[in-house]
T-cell receptor
Framework: AQSVSQHNHHVILSEAASLELGCNYSYGGTVNLFWYVQYPGQHLQLLLKYFSGDPLVKGIKGFEAEFIKSKFSFNLRKPSVQWSDTAEYFCAVIGGANNLFFGTGTRLTVIP | DGGITQSPKYLFRKEGQNVTLSCEQNLNHDAMYWYRQDPGQGLRLIYYSQIVNDFQKGDIAEGYSVSREKKESFPLTVTSAQKNPTAFYLC?????????????FGSGTRLTVV
């Protein structure tokens, strides 16, 4: 069975700090990986996705993520966060079942 | 503009009543999904449909029912059998499979049982 683990439930950073949110998945086969963001009061939006090729993928708003197959990880990073990055971030995986499985989410609070 | 419309945005229900949440998409997507979002639990799959007139149970289907009579529509009924129905419900759609492009989400319906 597929599963996704997000290690941090709530992260608090000051503006300009660097961000790394952890995501690990369990599935032995080929996977497609996603990061979604949910800004306060808004619907889920796709930040970035990986399905093949370069394991370092770049998404919108300066976010990037690195797929490390040996570690079953797909951590999200941003060199310098802004107050507007305050949101909830969800890692998700599609594996053999062809359905999107989500992690429990990480709430990011950026302090101005 | 293409997208997914969920209605209503807020819904209140008395215990013991069934209620139906609407989800309509004009993206010409084949697949549609219903998720439930609870604090600290992320999103959990309730039901999904890859094609008209066919749907499958997700991880937490008990107490819910769906239909897929039209490609554009995938309504979710929360029945009185659902023990803890108060939650935020999200509908999504994708091209067949959704593996490459991910899903498009609606803005959600917040259901409160009073």
């Amino acid at each position: 069975a597929q599963s996704v683990s997000q290690h941090n439930h709530h992260v608090i950073l000051s503006e300009a700090a660097s961000l790394e949110l952890g995501c690990n998945y369990s599935y032995g086969g080929t996977v497609n990986l996603f990061w979604y963001v949910q800004y306060p009061g808004q619907h889920l939006q796709l930040l970035l996705k990986y399905f093949s090729g370069d394991p370092l993928v770049k998404g919108i708003k300066g976010f990037e993520a690195e797929f490390i197959k040996s570690k079953f990880s797909f951590n999200l990073r941003k060199p310098s966060v802004q107050w507007s990055d305050t949101a909830e971030y969800f890692c998700a995986v599609i594996g053999g079942a062809n359905n999107l499985f989500f992690g429990t989410g990480t709430r990011l609070t950026v302090i101005p | 503009d293409g997208g997914i419309t969920q209605s209503p945005k807020y819904l209140f229900r008395k215990e013991g009543q069934n209620v139906t949440l609407s989800c309509e998409q004009n993206l010409n997507h084949d697949a549609m999904y219903w998720y439930r979002q609870d604090p600290g639990q992320g999103l959990r799959l309730i039901y999904y449909s890859q094609i008209v007139n066919d749907f499958q149970k997700g991880d937490i289907a008990e107490g819910y029912s769906v239909s897929r009579e039209k490609k554009e529509s995938f309504p979710l009924t929360v029945t009185s059998a659902q023990k803890n129905p108060t939650a935020f419900y999200l509908c999504a759609s994708s091209i067949a499979g959704g593996q490459t492009y991910g899903y498009t989400f609606g803005s959600g319906t917040r259901l409160t049982v009073v």
